[in-house]
Every structure is written in structure tokens, then in C-alpha cells.
């Protein structure tokens, strides 16, 4: 198999994100297909080629989950809209919707000037069941204000978009983003018993509990960052750090 695609489960696949472009993720459900987040738009031919090489045609997509309204993650959503169910939290369907360039990052010059459309605008705890896998939707704002995380709770495995990179690097605080929520957003991931991030953009993780751990204190440096955050804290789930 390509090297720009890895299975990282049984019927879950990893597509590496093109020229800036987000990674994609693919899990084959008993029920659905999901893509996480369909890229840049200008990757688009990138990203075809790689669901092809799984067995998949753009049509075989049957809902798209964005993790967030940037463009780098939606920009491709417009070639499956019309025939894929297109997911987002409802502050990312906002910013969508009414093409919120502020916040989704579109520049002039982009093709993608047409409207996207948002079928589904999710909640916190929203959960796609798939047969032989569960998606929980987790609201993780910080990064942007309609970013969320997706849990597989079996493999105890979680996407994380631009929320949280491998070795526990943040992402920055943008248009529609708050370094409170960021923070709380991350103690509240730090709850769950994880054993892989499959993040937006870099390397996977399999080693999540040091990973949150540096994540916390990273978030609390957000509001300190010259100096070193004196806040003290602890951690909620020791046991992810095991
Ligand atoms: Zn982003």
C-alpha cells in the first residue's frame, strides 16, 4: 500500500494530508462510511485517488465529519455534498453556511466560493453508531469555537483535528477560538482512557497519557506564555498516564 496511506485499524485508514492539506481519515463502518475531514480543495484529486486505492469511490462516502470550520479540513467537502451527509458541530455549520471567511480562513482566490452545505449540525455527545464501530462526538472548543474530537470508544482511539498533535503540541487559539475553552477542552479529553490520537495534521500518538499530560500543562501556558505557569493542577485520569 502507498506510503501516503496507512490502515491503522481493521477498516480504519489514515490518508495523509497533501501540501498543507489536512489528513483524512476513513472508517469503513457495517452500516456507513465516514470520512474525517476531506482536506484542502485544491488536494482534492489527492484525496480521490487515495479513497480509490481503498475501494472507494467518492459516492461510497456516505457522511463526511469535519472536525472544524477551517478551510484546510472543508475544503473538499463541496465535491461529496451533494450525495454524502456533511457533519459538523453547529458552531462550525455556522461558519460554513454563511461562508464565515473570518473564521473558516477562505482567502480570495480560493475556488471554493460556493456555499457549503452543513446536513447535520451536531452536538456534544452525538453518536454515529456504524455496526462494528461508535463514533462519540466530544465539543472540544479552543482551537476554533466548533471544534470537536471523535472517540471510538472499542479501540479507545481518538481524532483530534487541529485540538491536540502528537507529543501533546496545541494548535493556536483562532478567530473563533478561546484559550479558557481550550484549556477546559483538554482536562475534559483527559478523562477518557485513550490509547491512539490520529490528529488533523503530523504523527499519530501511542503514548496519549504523556501526550494530555503535556497537552494540560501546554494549555495552561496559553495564558502565561512568557513565563512558566505556576497553576498548579491534577490530573483527573492517572491512570492514562500508566
Ligand atoms: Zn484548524
Known amino acids: 500500500m502507498e506510503t501516503n496511506i ?3 485499524n481493521h477498516n480504519i485508514y489514515l490518508l495523509k494530508g497533501f501540501d498543507n492539506s489536512s489528513h483524512s481519515y476513513v472508517i469503513k463502518g457495517d452500516y456507513r462510511n465516514i470520512l474525517i475531514d476531506s482536506g484542502l480543495d485544491s488536494s482534492f484529486p489527492v484525496l480521490q485517488e487515495q479513497l480509490l486505492k481503498i475501494g472507494l ?3 461510497d462516502v456516505d457522511i463526511i465529519l469535519n472536525t472544524h470550520e477551517h478551510f484546510d479540513h472543508i475544503g473538499a467537502n463541496r465535491y461529496f455534498q451533494n450525495h454524502s451527509l456533511i457533519a459538523a458541530h453547529r458552531f462550525a455549520a455556522t461558519k460554513m453556511k454563511f461562508n464565515d471567511k473570518y473564521v473558516t480562513l477562505y482567502k480570495s482566490g480560493d475556488s471554493n466560493e460556493i456555499s457549503l452545505h ?6 456534544n455527545k452525538t453518536r454515529l453508531d456504524l ?3 461508535v463514533l462519540d462526538i466530544i465539543h472540544t472548543p479552543g482551537h476554533t469555537s466548533g471544534s470537536v474530537c471523535i472517540y471510538e470508544p472499542s479501540l479507545k482511539c481518538l481524532f483530534t483535528g487541529d485540538t491536540l498533535f502528537a507529543g501533546g503540541v496545541l494548535s493556536y487559539i483562532a478567530e473563533s477560538g478561546s484559550v479558557g475553552d ?4 483538554i482536562m475534559t479529553l483527559n478523562t477518557l482512557n485513550i490509547k491512539e490520537i490520529y490528529p488533523g495534521h503530523g504523527n499519530m500518538s501511542s503514548n496519549p497519557g504523556e501526550d494530555l499530560k503535556n497537552a494540560v500543562h501546554n494549555a495552561m501556558c496559553f495564558l502565561n506564555k512568557d513565563e512558566k505557569t505556576n497553576i498548579t493542577y491534577t490530573l483527573t485520569n492517572e491512570k492514562n498516564n500508566s
Not at 118 to 123: D, I, N, P, R, Y
Not at 182 to 185: G, L, T, V
Open 131 to 133: 455496526g462494528n464501530f
Open 57 to 59: 469511490k467518492i459516492r
Open 182 to 185: 481550550y484549556i477546559n477542552s
Open 118 to 123: 452543513v446536513h447535520l449540525w451536531m452536538e
Open 6 to 8: 496507512v490502515e491503522l
